[in-house]
């Protein structure tokens, strides 16, 4: 296996002046009660036996929670100073320590900058910290949705989203945040000690996303929307798992038939499904769907040919009874949700691309079984149908788990390793030169996410070596 499950350094408090500091950065509120620091320190990373190990007892020593623009200067300017490590946080809900400070130091909460700046014909700007769900509680009315949105919907930051994530539930229409168009700009401000704001328009923005918060202070982003659909839940049920399969991969070609998500879930998987056990066949395999209300009867329609059947619908937004919306049971719900029942349980994040997708599922799926249980987020990569694998995996040992990556490597099924924290291993495990450029000029002494690009601590700048670099 190419990635060594690298150890972080030992947890460190760092030895600054903290009451100082506050005075500097006044009037910024801050928090400085271990407990609520310690709180504000962590995410899901124990989603990962892996991560479990290496990062529980790594905390911040301070946070710090701006308001405005101004504020977040102030911050980035005094840590710049002092040499104090800065990790940028939303409402941590990422699942592999993006957001975890491994050199202490101060946390930047940003959830208070929360405010919609505009909404003019399907562009949005919007400041970091505002929660996607109270995002289109203000959009839906006037016709607007997220093209795409993780499964933490309901508790997740745009700005954390941007910084942290790829793609979620509507990636079967537009993508994910690399592809063009999706992120338009990004307003960020650079850690030094006279911070700059920068703006980075059209493929620039790149730079930043997805970069775990490594290079730069995103304090607006300005996103591309979707016309809102009303959209139904359902689950569709098959006997055989690679029918479900099959029925997913016509689904999303059937381009006149409106839907914005489709999961294929193994039963080994949709056992934990607590909530929907009541309307679930024992031992058949289901599929999460969204579709848009006028193609329900052609979408049932292609269910009956391909032998399946529609065993629970609801409309999204009636959210009444005791089942949560169907998208807090696919993506790294799914995990979640399999977690509440069984602690032992881990999962994968592996690509199956395209177009011999299908055929490669069904192989690793009669390879593994029930050891590593289909989970299936089918999405649009390069113009192309493909999938997502986010399976899980009856964890015994590290051992093991290193096997079963190795084994889907060596298929063709390319894995996004969920059991590491370095920036770059838990993507394609190669240097993202514009975003390392780009860290080089915005963070030149190394403060922010300590430890977490792999690229500058190998190659390791010594103070001033980066004088020369412009944004």
């Known amino acids: 296996m ?4 690298k150890d972080p350094p030992a947890p460190a408090s760092h030895n600054a002046d903290w ?10 509120e801050t928090i400085d009660e271990p407990a609520l620091v310690k709180q504000k320190s962590r995410d899901f990373y124990w989603y990962s036996p892996v991560l479990k190990r290496q990062l529980g007892k790594h905390f911040g020593d301070l946070v710090a929670i701006p308001k405005s623009e101004e504020e977040v200067i102030k911050v980035a300017s005094e840590c710049a100073k002092r040499r104090i490590p800065l990790t940028v946080r939303g409402a941590g809900t990422g699942n592999y320590g993006q957001a975890m400070p491994l050199a202490g130091g101060v946390v930047l909460d940003m959830t208070s900058m929360d405010k919609i700046v505009s909404l003019d014909k399907g562009t949005l700007k919007v400041q970091p910290g505002m929660k996607l769900i109270d995002l289109e509680a203000q959009t839906l009315p006037q016709g607007w949705e997220l093209r795409f949105h993780p499964s933490t919907r309901r508790t ?6 941007i910084a942290g994530g790829s793609g979620g539930i509507g990636s079967i229409n537009f993508g994910v945040l690399r592809d063009r168009g999706n992120v338009k700009a990004l307003r960020v401000v650079t850690v030094e000690e006279t911070p700059r704001i920068v703006t980075l328009v059209g493929d620039d923005a790149q730079k930043v996303v997805h970069a775990y918060g490594t290079n730069g202070i995103v304090t607006e982003l300005e996103i591309a929307m979707a016309r809102a659909w009303p959209w139904t839940d359902c689950v569709a049920s098959f006997p055989d798992f690679m029918a479900s399969v099959r029925f997913a991969q016509s689904l999303c070609e059937a381009d006149a038939i409106v839907k914005k998500e489709v999961a294929p879930i193994a039963w080994g998987a949709a056992k934990y499904f607590k909530p929907l056990l009541g309307h679930l066949k024992e031992g058949e395999h289901i599929v999460i769907c969204m579709i848009a ?3 329900l009867e052609a979408f049932k329609d292609l269910l009956a040919e391909h ?16 089942i949560p919306p169907l998208y807090e049971f696919t993506w790294n719900h799914t995990t979640l949700q399999a977690l509440k029942v069984d602690k032992t349980i881990t999962y994968l994040q ?3 691309p395209p177009p011999q997708h299908v055929a490669l599922v069904e192989k690793l799926w009669k390879a593994f079984g029930d050891e590593v249980p289909m989970h299936l987020e089918f999405v649009r990569l390069g113009g192309q149908v493909a999938c997502f694998g986010l399976q899980l995996v009856r964890y015994t040992t590290q051992e093991r788990l290193a096997e079963i990556i190795a084994a889907h490597e060596a298929a063709g099924a390319p894995i996004f390793d969920p059991h590491t924290y370095l920036l770059e291993d838990g993507g394609m495990r190669v240097v993202d030169e514009a975003q390392y450029e780009f860290k080089r000029a915005a963070d030149p002494h190394g403060l922010l996410n300590k430890f977490k690009m792999r690229a500058w601590d190998e190659r390791t700048p010594t103070e001033g070596k980066w004088a020369e670099v412009n944004l």
């Open 156 to 161: 997740a930051t745009i700005g954390g989203f």
């Open 19 to 28: 009451a100082a500091f506050k005075a500097a950065i006044a009037p910024v």
């Open 307 to 322: 032998g399946g059947s529609l065993v629970y619908s609801r409309a999204l937004a009636d959210e009444s009874g005791e």
């Open 293 to 295: 209300d006028p193609s």
């Open 2 to 5: 190419k990635n060594e499950w």
């Open 350 to 352: 592996t690509l199956f």
